[in-house]
């Protein structure tokens, strides 16, 4: 039996495009809908995304803190938790400011209400650009200062005392005049009835007790180490169906035919279909559905396709960044007069960068229900509004009308984010298909989340620099080649850490353009974004200007900052030099390599002692100094910036996606090799001491070390790294 296409499709799932974020907009509507505090509104967060959409829970003390009749304080958490251990920080703010017991703070994940729960950096709800912490910094210091006033109140009403006279200290409520004391479960019913103020007192930073201290660690370690947490792949529901898809293998390709009629005798298969992406096959369990799918016969059209290898998509990189495409650049820094500034001497040099996988230990998948215009959906959502929307125009439905349970990930470095909801609508599309509100499991393979899924896109750097007095550079110019992360707009993500560095902010003439070429490989945010390859760029750049001009790497860095005015990037340097030890000796055959960048609002120094085993680089040792604002949760910021190492690492040894006539060759762990345990390095973490609002740990940590390993292998053998990976 042959089944044909009854219209074109795209082979790719309709996410986000222009039209479909205006649409999306649409369905939004223009009526505010007021959250905790009118402050906290982004414009996305109103009209029709709230239509039906699910509420908190009833709490007199907001949206974010629940207090029971045991004692437990739940801080209601709007971020995905995929890891990175933010949560703790979180509940660290709250607990802070209310004076709550430690022991007795839990956690919970919130609904999807952007009206309530929106990222207050980005306006939408999300997790994405470190911004959990910093995004969330003053929403919960007031949400916690405001329940801690309600009991005062309460107390002080009670005990018939004036307000001043009370404190609070662990979850326990003291009258400073006498011996009388209840605790918050004592006290609950009478704050309850208080008003929350609209303008709590906040602490003073020095008077913090849990914030900045070892005391704040992650509350989920116990569940993650005895199974006990609850994942998309651990949810069984009753009548639940598995489903798989058949993908294109060249992305861009379509479905032409397909014969179903030896998947259809499978014992277990339910269905097969098509649906925008692919071919479905539906069954009543997952070994069922893969071998439904395994038997399917599938033609693919090919004719729009990308049939390119990877060295024919570099030979075009480098070809537009020379100018000989009709792809024009567009600026993204200019100063000065460039006509005749790069006359004369140049030191030039050019970087490629591949495909890079996001390869999260737990591949994508997610449980839908559709029945009628309701969707609820639960699986581990990243970007829960983009991921509402999309649903809802997959479901015919509204944003607000699709409900997300909220699980935790296992990873995602960006798989999951705001442009990457494909599988997502696959499970919509086919929970839909399916009806009556039964639920659908539709789950990836490792497989097909490498080869049908999203990369960090290819990209090619091209500079020439003109140097001045000391070596400094006088003028610059620098032309990207990258596809855009945003199908629309300046494409600025693939410039981020280049444009107004402090490189280039010394320099009397910058020529900074962005070469954008359309290609069917979909690129996505990846861990550190558009920084995950230029901090690569500029910081092995300045290493080589520092060598050209016979000065001491740090030395030259120093000068450079001096001149921009960049005090932070000083202060790191400074710590990460003394930590380090880098004008002290270190053996033979070793050496050490820098870097300095700032990556969403935080500034990382690190320090790699590396040396060449075999023509394979071996690095044992990186000291990282971070300048992050308040330092929440210390080790969670240590572990971050030991895990972005290790990530970072990984990718600058060994990852690439390489693709063979348009089909990528690296499918699993075999052949996308990562960091072994025995590979990883010893990091040390050092913390710059600050006064100022947090910002993010989740993601700087991971463009600084393979710069600081090429600097270290320039030091040993005076050659200069052009592409990455070093293994090839």
């Known amino acids: 039996m042959s089944e044909r296409k009854s219209e074109e499709r795209s082979s790719r799932s309709p996410v986000l495009t222009r039209r479909r974020l205006v649409l999306g907009g649409s369905l939004l509507g223009g009526a505010l809908v007021v959250g905790y505090t009118a402050r906290n509104i982004g414009a996305v967060a109103s009209g029709a995304l709230s239509i039906g959409a699910q509420s908190p829970d009833p709490s007199a003390f907001g949206p974010f803190i629940k207090i029971d009749e045991a004692g437990w304080v739940t801080v209601v958490n709007k971020h ?24 007795k703070v839990r956690l919970e994940s919130s609904p999807a209400n952007a009206a309530i729960y929106k990222n207050t950096v980005m306006g939408i709800q999300a997790t994405a650009g470190s911004s959990a912490i910093a995004g969330s910094w003053d929403q919960l210091r007031h949400a916690g200062a405001a329940a801690r006033a309600m009991f005062v109140q309460a107390a002080a009403g009670k005990w018939g005392v004036p307000v001043a006279s009370i404190n609070v200290r662990s979850g326990v409520v003291h009258h400073g005049g006498s011996d009388r004391r209840e605790t918050f479960v004592e006290l609950l019913a009478d704050a309850a009835k208080v008003t929350p103020p609209a303008n709590p007192t906040l602490k003073d930073p020095k008077d913090y007790k849990l914030i900045g201290t070892d005391l704040v660690r992650r509350k989920d370690s116990l569940s993650k180490s005895n199974g006990t947490a609850r994942y998309t792949q651990d949810v069984q529901l009753p009548r639940m169906l598995t489903a798989m898809v058949a993908h294109p293998p060249r992305f861009g390709g379509k479905l032409a035919s397909f014969d179903a009629g030896a998947a259809r005798r499978i014992p277990g298969v339910v269905d097969v279909f098509e649906i925008a992406s692919g071919v479905a096959v539906v069954a009543e369990d997952t070994w069922s559905a893969r071998r439904g799918r395994d038997a399917l016969k599938i033609t693919w059209d090919d004719a729009k396709a990308e049939t390119r290898s990877s060295d024919e998509l570099r030979a075009l990189y480098h070809d537009i960044a020379n100018g000989k495409t009709d792809v024009t650049g567009a600026a993204f820094q200019t100063v000065g007069n460039v006509e005749r500034a790069f006359d004369g001497e140049l030191f030039e040099t050019s970087f490629d960068f591949p495909y890079l996988a996001h390869a ?20 581990a959502s990243q970007v829960q509004t983009m991921d509402q929307i999309n649903a809802a125009l997959t479901a015919i439905s509204l944003p607000g009308m699709v409900e997300i349970e909220t699980l935790p990930a296992g990873g995602s470095f960006g798989r999951r984010g705001i442009m990457t909801s494909d599988y997502v609508v696959e499970c919509v599309n086919i929970a839909r298909h399916v009806g009556g509100g039964r639920p659908v499991k539709l789950v990836w393979t490792r497989e097909d989340d490498m080869t049908a899924g999203y990369y960090r896109p290819m990209v090619h750097h091209r500079i020439s620099i003109k140097c001045g007095d000391a070596g400094l550079p006088a003028a610059w110019r620098h032309h990207t080649v990258a596809q855009a992360l945003i199908p629309f707009g300046a494409n600025e993500l693939a410039v981020e850490g280049i444009k107004n560095s402090p490189y280039l902010a010394v320099a009397a003439v910058v020529d900074g353009k962005v070469f954008t070429p359309k290609l069917a490989v979909p690129p996505a945010f990846w861990r550190s974004v558009g920084n995950s390859h230029t901090a690569m760029v500029i910081e092995h750049t300045v290493d080589q200007l520092a060598r050209r001009a016979k000065r001491d790497p ?12 960049d005090v932070r990037r000083l202060a790191v340097l400074e710590l990460v030099c ?6 002290g000796p270190i053996e033979a055959g070793w050496a050490r390599g820098l870097a300095v960048h700032e990556c969403f609002g935080t500034v990382v120094a690190q320090v790699a002692e590396v040396s060449m085993r075999g023509g394979i680089p071996k690095v044992r040792r990186v000291v990282c100094a971070v300048d992050c604002g308040v330092a929440v949760a210390p080790n969670q910021i240590a572990a971050q910036m030991e895990g972005g190492v290790c990530f ?30 025995d590979e990883a390095p010893s990091v040390e973490t050092y913390i710059v001491p600050s006064r100022e609002n947090p910002t993010g740990a989740g993601e700087p940590g991971v463009p600084l070390i393979a710069p600081a390993v090429a600097n270290a292998i320039l030091s040993l053998t005076g050659r200069a790294t052009t592409s990455l990976p070093f293994v090839a």
């Open 554 to 565: 740090a030395e030259y860095r120093r000068a450079i900052y001096a001149k921009a005015g």
């Open 360 to 379: 999260p230990m737990e591949p994508m998948n997610c449980v839908a229900r559709v029945d009628g215009h309701k969707v609820k959906l639960t699986f």
């Open 80 to 103: 995905q938790e995929m890891g990175q251990g933010t949560h703790a920080g979180l509940a660290a703010i709250v607990a802070e400011e209310l004076d709550a017991d430690w022991e």
């Open 578 to 583: 003394k930590k380090a030890g880098w004008a």
């Open 648 to 677: 970072g690492l990984s990718a600058a040894l060994y990852g690439r996606i390489t693709l063979d006539r348009g089909v990528p060759q690296e499918t699993n762990f075999d052949g996308y090799r990562v960091l072994r345990m």
